[in-house]
């Protein structure tokens, strides 16, 4: 197979779809999600309970009494949903900061302004708003990205400028992007970008990669700061249970599925798409467009 064909990259539309995750305690999870995030639940039915923002689902938490953290292993970095505006990201910060909801960091990246929390079982939230992509920067190492200091300030402003008060969060909010802890980068970028077909947008040094489809900032990226060659989490782990990709059709499942077999990668087939792991064990479903609808 030649890896530098035009049929060897998924198809530019494609888009990260929800994140499923492990928790010890649902009623937990779901006074933090809808209260002090603002999702709405779309389904709740025994010991799962599915998300969003009145559209797709966003999240998907599975109860699991028992689970417990885990450091010093692969999984989840953080989820990051991305907002429409940056007014709304600015509503967004002070609804957190009126329902005392603790922020971990603020950061800009050139490309994007973002916010991070964690869930009470220590999963992270990056929540963001874009800057249009004629402001993005090229050069010759890639896309530039940086972390830079937000400014707060002026992104309260927006926020406030409209006189619109926090309903929850808005509607056209979206998964942008996952970051995952990985236990090496070579082999990280070989599957997503060689054999997945994500494009290398650009990397943090030798400990970082960010990935796309469709030229977008990172709809992936992954990380060795939590340490190269460490294992993937244990069977009762709360956290990353699996994160999606969302492909416009089946066909795009079926190159994907054949890219990744001729690498030696085990898939399972499933109704609308497949599910694999990475080399690190973090698990990967792909799925069509009409496999997401609620």
């Not at 896309?143 to 926090?166: K, Q």
């Not at 244990?234 to 890219?259: I, Q, S």
Request: proline residues 6%; without cysteine; aromatic residues 6%.
């Amino acid at each position: 197979m030649d890896l530098n064909q035009p049929d060897t990259k998924l198809h530019p539309d494609t888009r990260p779809g929800p994140v499923a995750l492990t928790v010890p305690n649902l009623r937990r999870s779901l006074d933090f999600y809808t209260y002090s995030l603002g999702l709405q639940v779309h389904k709740h039915q025994d010991s799962v309970a599915s998300l969003g923002a009145g559209e797709e689902d966003l999240l998907v938490l599975h109860e699991m009494p028992g689970a417990r953290q885990t450091r010093g292993t692969t999984g989840l970095y953080h989820f990051a949903l991305l907002l429409p505006s940056r007014a709304h990201l600015g509503r967004a910060l002070a609804h957190l900061v009126e329902n005392n909801t603790a922020l971990q960091g603020a950061a800009d990246h050139l490309v994007s302004e973002a916010l991070y929390l964690a869930d009470p079982d220590g999963n992270g939230i990056e929540l963001y708003r874009d800057r249009p992509r004629e402001e993005w920067t090229f050069d010759a190492d890639g896309l530039r990205m940086a972390t830079d200091p937000l400014d707060v300030e002026g992104l309260s402003a927006e926020g406030a400028r409209s006189g619109e008060t926090w309903s929850g969060m808005p509607s056209g909010t979206v998964m942008g992007h996952v970051h995952l802890r990985v236990s090496d980068i070579p082999a990280a970028e070989h599957f997503y970008r060689d054999l997945l077909g994500l494009d290398l947008m650009t990397r943090f040094g030798a400990s970082a990669s960010f990935l796309s489809a469709g030229g977008y900032h990172h709809h992936l990226a992954a990380n060795t700061w939590g340490g190269v060659d460490v294992p993937p989490p244990p069977v009762d782990a709360a956290g990353l249970r699996e994160w999606t990709l969302v492909v416009p059709d089946e066909n795009e499942v079926n190159k994907v599925d054949e890219r990744l077999r001729a690498g030696g990668v085990k898939t399972e087939r499933l109704k609308h798409g497949l599910w694999t792991r990475d080399p690190a064990g973090n698990a990967l479903v792909l799925r069509t467009s009409a496999g997401t609808k609620k």
